[in-house]
């Protein structure tokens, strides 16, 4: 494992220190969760093979993972005190989760919520990006003590999440990046797109419109999404305001 003990943080302490974190977050990004670390090291066929075929070797895998995360934060902590930390772990694809979920429960679960109690234990709110359908897992993610999710595709049940979460699980996503980021499209296939989002999943509560991955590759479909993200939004925060 990499080791942590003599990186030099003076860049991301100069960074922190500019935050005006009366206004913003200071964040921290930190990418290749428990899921994602294990099939970059060996590949994707690999990975869910000895998932299913060597549970206790994979086990041991993901608890040196997990170590290297928590000394991370610890080390965040120490020398900038993020607010927020961006953990990036994808756990399925469009149309199901990757691993059956009673795997994901015995491998992931455990060790994925040491390192969000560590975050916690060092005042760091944790915010996990999967943009994919994780709607078998919701209420284990709640139960993980996930603050926010982040990367909500609109291929989830959003409103029967909302349900069944009790509005426990704060989302931010829900328009569909990938139906509006393409050519031959209208502004104002792009505008309705954002209003959907907002109409469908903002009733329910703590929900955060935006595009899973954060923008529109396309500059033109992201200036207009962008543009009708923040209009409309002032109108439906003006018209539901209490």
Not at 167 to 182: E, N, R, T
């Amino acid at each position: 494992m990499p080791a942590l003990d003599d990186l030099d943080w003076s860049d991301a302490i100069d960074l922190a220190a500019k935050v005006d974190r009366n206004e913003k977050f200071c964040a921290t990004f930190c990418s290749g969760g428990l899921f994602e670390r294990s099939h970059h090291l060996m590949g994707m066929q690999t990975a869910l093979v000895n998932y299913m075929q060597y549970p206790d070797e994979m086990a041991g895998i993901l608890r040196q993972i997990a170590d290297f995360k928590i000394e991370y934060l610890k080390l965040a902590a120490k020398h900038f005190q993020p607010d927020i930390v961006f953990f990036h772990d994808d756990w399925g694809t469009k149309l199901n989760v990757f691993l059956p979920p009673e795997v994901w429960r015995e491998l992931i679960k455990p060790l994925h919520t040491e390192i969000i109690k560590t975050a916690h234990e060092c005042g760091i709110m944790f915010m996990h990006h999967a943009d994919c359908v994780c709607q078998p897992l919701v209420e284990d993610m709640v139960e993980m003590g996930i603050d926010v999710w982040q990367g909500t595709i609109p291929q989830n049940d959003i409103v029967e999440i909302q349900r069944i979460t009790e509005g426990k699980l704060p989302m931010v996503g829900g328009i569909d990046g990938p139906k509006i980021d393409v050519e031959n499209i209208t502004e104002e296939e792009i505008r309705a797109e954002v209003r959907r989002a907002f109409d469908t999943y903002c009733p329910g509560g703590r929900f955060y419109p935006s595009i899973a991955n954060g923008r529109c590759f396309r500059d033109w479909n992201n200036d207009i999404y962008l543009d009708e993200l923040e209009s409309y939004g002032k109108i439906y925060a003006s018209k539901h305001h209490s």
